[in-house]
């Protein structure tokens, strides 16, 4: 008997194309002696050298994507490519023979993540009539979504499609479910599948990043005993840079140069030119370091460094560099506006949530952040603590709890 008939459960997971994020989950997934898993893509561009138009460069990705679990990227319908095969929208590429693949596996459930491409919307429709049932994972939420009666009537009605071919909701949060409950949809199938990262290869990573740390500072020409701060975020309008420069320079003003705090900021984008511009306007040249992209494999140094981490975006379905900097144990602020602040950031206890926009509420939550390194340091501790129950080890707990739900024992 082959190791996949032994399993109990055999698995088919849609996604659009490999993602560094979630690969390890799939790797994870695939060594469950319970479940037999098998990966279907519709494009290898992530695979190779790409053009990340967030980032505004050209990418390769310095972590495995296809390793440690069984792929196969689907047949393309003719016509439906994205142009140069460099990336994917709504409608391409529009990938088809799934409905086929899924019954020569025999699979009893088709895991998809996201609803919002056509490709998968006609992967629910494909797998009707096969016994094969449909799990949906997806990001969304409301937050930071202008409300629009026409559109909310449309997409409630959408879902009302969609839900007919759903048999679970693998949940990432609290934001996401409140999403769905505004759509309509039934909280009885509702099964809890945390946004998580792989904690063990970051706990990993920053173990060995330790015994640097104080060369990558000096290197980053930062004084001992300054505090750092750090922004893992992308360079555009959504993760609201200016914001964080305005604020950062209320936060330090009037600071002893010798505790004044240094900002990181990890990312590159469209408003590259912009930020450079701010930053010299705002007279932080001194206090500012533009490092611009960092690879997957360089992050966890920096999260190691620093001693409070960022995030303001406006919109933020997730934001999983919450989860990083917590492993680190790291004290995290994070707009309202952020999926993850739902769940994992406690005000005053390892971190602090302000509301998006008001400036004046960032800068203090900074300048309160840095002025106790005692403080600091225990918000820290909370951190690690509570991202000890966000992980993959919850995932595998949720897939099988909506696997138990829809196909049933075994």
């Not at 992530?46 to 047949?75: A, C, I, K």
């Not at 142009?83 to 596996?105: C, M, Q, T, Y």
């Not at 797998?127 to 979504?145: M, N, Q, W, Y």
């Not at 950031?345 to 800068?363: E, H, Q, R, T």
Request: net charge neutral.
């Amino acid at each position: 008997m082959s190791d996949a008939t032994a399993k109990k459960y055999r698995v088919a997971y849609l996604v659009t194309h490999p993602i560094q994020y979630q690969t390890p989950l799939l790797r994870r997934v695939a060594a469950d002696p319970d479940i037999h898993l098998k990966a279907f893509f519709g494009t290898d561009f992530s695979t190779r050298h790409f053009f990340d138009p967030e980032f505004n460069q050209m990418l390769q990705w310095d972590v495995p994507l296809l390793e440690g679990y069984e792929y196969e990227f689907l047949p393309i319908m003719p016509g439906m490519h994205f142009p140069e095969d460099r990336h994917f929208d709504r409608w391409r590429p529009f990938s088809i023979g799934l409905r086929k693949r899924l019954i020569a596996g025999r699979f009893d459930a088709l895991w998809i993540h996201g609803y919002a491409r056509a490709p998968h919307l006609w992967a629910m429709l494909a797998a009707s009539g096969t016994g094969v049932k449909i799990l949906l994972r997806d990001e969304a939420s409301g937050i930071g979504r202008a409300s629009n009666g026409l559109k909310a009537a449309v997409k409630r009605a959408l879902f009302g499609l969609i839900d007919r071919h759903v048999d679970a909701y693998l949940t990432i949060g609290t934001a996401n479910e409140e999403h769905y409950r505004a759509l309509g949809i039934d909280p009885r199938k509702f099964h809890r599948m945390v946004y998580a990262v792989d904690n063990a290869w970051f706990e990993d990573r920053f173990a060995e990043a330790r015994p640097q740390r104080e060369a990558l500072r000096a290197e980053l020409n930062v004084p001992p005993g300054r505090p750092i701060v750090l922004s893992a975020a992308k360079l555009t309008e959504r993760k609201a840079p200016f914001d964080l420069l305005q604020a950062f320079a209320r936060a330090i003003d009037g600071m002893p140069q010798e505790r004044r705090p240094v900002l990181l900021m990890a990312g590159d984008g469209d408003m590259r030119a912009q930020v450079e511009a701010a930053v010299v306007s705002l007279g932080l040249d001194e206090p500012v370091r533009l490092l611009g992209f960092q690879p997957q494999q360089k992050m966890p140094a920096l999260y190691d460094l620093c001693d409070v981490s960022v995030l303001t975006s406006a919109q933020e379905t997730w934001g999983l560099v919450v989860n990083e900097a917590m492993i680190a144990g790291k004290a995290v602020i994070a707009s309202d506006r952020v999926g993850a602040a739902r769940d994992l950031v406690k005000n005053g206890v390892n971190g602090f949530v302000y509301p998006f926009g008001d400036i004046a509420a960032l800068a203090g939550h900074l300048r309160e952040a840095v002025a106790d390194p005692g403080r600091l340091a225990s918000m820290g501790n909370e951190s690690r603590r509570l991202i000890a129950d966000w992980s993959f080890a919850q995932n595998i707990v949720g897939l099988k709890a909506a696997l138990l739900a829809t196909v049933g024992p075994r």
